[in-house]
């Protein structure tokens, strides 16, 4: 027994990890509290770019393609669907339209498992990316019709998750973004701004605000 | 010599019978340090971020007038910081008009801050008299700033949390129809659910 290495100093050595563990976790609960977040100011303004319109809901994002969705929902026009403001599918990942006189097209996003998930962003060589760098900075901006539909306030569920996703990709490829915020009693629609007023869709500068201590 | 080897001999086994046994003693530390590690780790991945929304903000000379849109309502936080500095760049008439505004915003932050419980449950139905007033108070700002060469303009910025989208749509329908509204600058910026906001902290300290 006397032959056997002394265990002090290993004793001293680990109480002093566990201490500065202790330490390190108040400094981290501490520092977490006092977390104060500015809030990004982007301001909508008249742009001559013109909109590429995108849905994002359950974490998933939708690149609308406005020639097909317009040409679908024609279709349906010339057999009497706007009058009767019926909901007719558009064939495009299972999306359903409603045409309005006030509100243009309204878009209902019933079933999203077919739409990419916003995650596919950071993938290379993905179907979204390819989509979204298509995008010309000098003749176009995205705008993105955003749900904010989610259960018990999670963040799962609605599209901000995506959004903010997107709009950072973008914004690293100087795409300009504009957004609104979209639900089942409000869903996203594409009018002319001679209709209606609030049927603008303009993008946002992107400040220099951002999570501050 | 022999007496003296006796006593050696008696001190070293009563020496050995001492010895406390260090084992238990680690083995309670290390798992100590286990468990501390595995929460720490745990808490880094998992748990959600706490994050706390200035209540005044601003970019340069542009304010924002913060309007946080829930589902149960809305929390709108007018900005207070720069206004007592136009009014002194102001004429007499101005001044009146400005210290109008100043009561009418205090009103409305004293409430806030009365409020007992969580600032988030503090969100009324937004009320039509209420945003056209607001819509009003920020062009006559604006336009008195302007008038006096007074660098500052104030601009809405609507903080959306989730299901907060109708509040901001009701909203947007008013100013639709608002002529007061048409010259106001206009963001917003989606929030989560667990941003919760703190009236004691502006901008400045933030940064």
Redesign the interface.
């Known amino acids: ?1 006397r032959n056997l290495i002394s ?2 100093s ?2 001293d050595i ?2 002093n ?2 201490g500065i ?2 330490i ?2 108040v400094i ?1 609960l501490i520092h ?2 006092n ?11 008249e742009t001559d770019l013109s909109p590429v319109f995108f849905i994002a809901k359950n974490d998933r994002l939708l690149v609308l393609d406005t020639d097909k969705v317009f040409s679908n929902a024609a279709l349906q026009a010339t057999t009497g669907a706007a009058g009767k403001k019926r909901i007719f599918a558009l064939d495009f990942f299972g999306l359903f339209g409603q045409i309005d006189e006030e509100k243009g097209i309204s878009f209902y996003a019933r079933d999203t498992s077919e739409w990419p998930e916003f995650i596919e962003l950071e993938k290379r060589n993905s179907s979204l990316r390819d989509k979204l760098n298509k995008i010309d900075p000098k003749k176009q901006f995205a705008y993105f019709f ?1 749900y ?3 259960e018990d ?3 799962a569920g ?1 599209g ?1 998750e995506a ?2 996703k997107a709009r950072e990709y973008l914004k690293g490829h100087s795409v300009k973004t504009g ?5 089942s ?2 869903p996203a629609n594409i009018c002319d701004s001679s209709y ?3 049927c603008v869709y303009l993008p ?1 500068y992107l ?3 951002n ?3 | 010599m022999a007496m003296s080897r006796a006593i050696k001999a008696q001190r070293y086994r009563q020496e ?1 019978k001492l ?1 406390v046994s ?2 238990p ?2 083995s309670i ?2 798992c ?2 286990g468990v ?2 595995f ?2 780790v745990l ?2 991945f998992s ?1 959600p ?6 209540a005044q ?1 601003a ?1 340069g000379y ?1 304010v ?1 007038y ?1 309007i946080f ?1 829930l589902p149960d309502g809305i929390i709108h936080l007018p900005p207070m910081s720069h206004l007592r500095e136009l009014q002194d760049a102001v004429d007499e008439a101005d001044k009146e008009t400005i210290e109008d505004i100043i009561r009418r915003r205090q009103w409305v932050i004293n409430k806030l801050e009365r409020h007992s419980g969580p600032i988030m449950n503090a969100a009324s139905e937004p009320d039509i008299f209420d945003i056209q007033e607001i819509m009003h108070d920020i062009r006559s700002l604006n336009e008195i700033a302007l008038k006096a060469n007074y660098l500052y303009e104030e ?1 809405l ?1 609507f ?8 509040a ?2 009701k909203i ?2 008013i100013m ?2 608002t002529q007061d509204a048409r010259s106001i ?6 929030l ?2 667990n ?1 919760t906001l ?1 009236l004691k ?1 502006s ?1 400045t ?3």
Do not use: C
């Open positions: 027994m265990l002090d290993l004793t680990v109480s990890s566990v563990l202790i390190f976790a981290n977490d509290n977390k104060t977040y500015q809030l990004e100011i982007p301001l909508e303004h955003v904010d539909n989610s306030g999670a963040t609605s901000f959004f903010r957004w609104q915020p979209v639900n009693e409000a209606s007023s609030r946002s400040g220099g605000g999570t501050n201590k | 050995e010895e260090l084992f003693f680690l530390f290390l100590v340090m501390l590690s929460i720490n808490s880094s748990a971020q706490k994050i706390e929304l200035t903000l970019q542009k924002a913060q849109n601009f910025l903080g959306i949390y989730p299901n907060g989208g109708q901001y749509q947007r329908d639709s129809f600058s206009v963001g917003l910026e989606p989560d659910s941003w703190n902290k901008d300290q933030a940064q």
